[in-house]
C-alpha cells in the first residue's frame, strides 16, 4: 500500500498463497482476483516496452547531463499533481471487483488508516 506521496506501507505478506483452485468457486475467485491486480497493475508488453524506452532515455541524459535535473518547486508539484489525477483516473477505471478504500473524503476513516500506518 503506498500513501499519497508514494511512501510503500507492508501490510501482509503471505509467503505461500493458495491459488489452487479445488472447486469452481475458488476458481472464479481467484481467477478474477489474479486477473484485477494484473488489470490494475497495468501489466502489459506494451507497458514494460514503455518503461524500457522510458529508463534508456534517461540513462542517455544523465551520461549527457549529469544526474540531477533542476526543476523549480512549482514545477514538481504541477508533476505530481497532474501524475496523481492520471494515477487516480487510471485506477477508478481499473478497480474490477476491488473497492478503492484510501484516500477517502471521509475524515474518520481517513484518521483511522493513517493510525493504521504509525509504526
Given at each position: 500500500m503506498m500513501d499519497y506521496q508514494c511512501k510503500p506501507y507492508l501490510l501482509?505478506?503471505?509467503?505461500?498463497?493458495?491459488f489452487s483452485t479445488d472447486s469452481p468457486l475458488d476458481e472464479k475467485v481467484k481467477g478474477e482476483l489474479i486477473?484485477?491486480?494484473v488489470r490494475l497493475l497495468c501489466l502489459t508488453k506494451r507497458r514494460r516496452q514503455m518503461y524500457n524506452r522510458n529508463h534508456r532515455?534517461?540513462?542517455d541524459h544523465r551520461m549527457m547531463v549529469g544526474?540531477?535535473?533542476?526543476?523549480?518547486p512549482e514545477e514538481k508539484e504541477r508533476y505530481?499533481?497532474?501524475?496523481?489525477?492520471?494515477?487516480d483516473e487510471f485506477e477508478m477505471?481499473?478497480?474490477g471487483s476491488f473497492?478503492?478504500?484510501y484516500p477517502t473524503d471521509n475524515a474518520a476513516k481517513a484518521k483511522h488508516f493513517e493510525d493504521l500506518l504509525k509504526f
Open positions: 501482509e505478506v503471505n509467503h505461500s498463497p493458495s486477473r484485477d491486480a532515455a534517461l540513462l544526474k540531477f535535473l533542476r526543476i523549480p505530481r499533481a497532474e501524475f496523481n489525477r492520471i494515477r477505471q481499473h478497480l473497492e478503492k478504500i
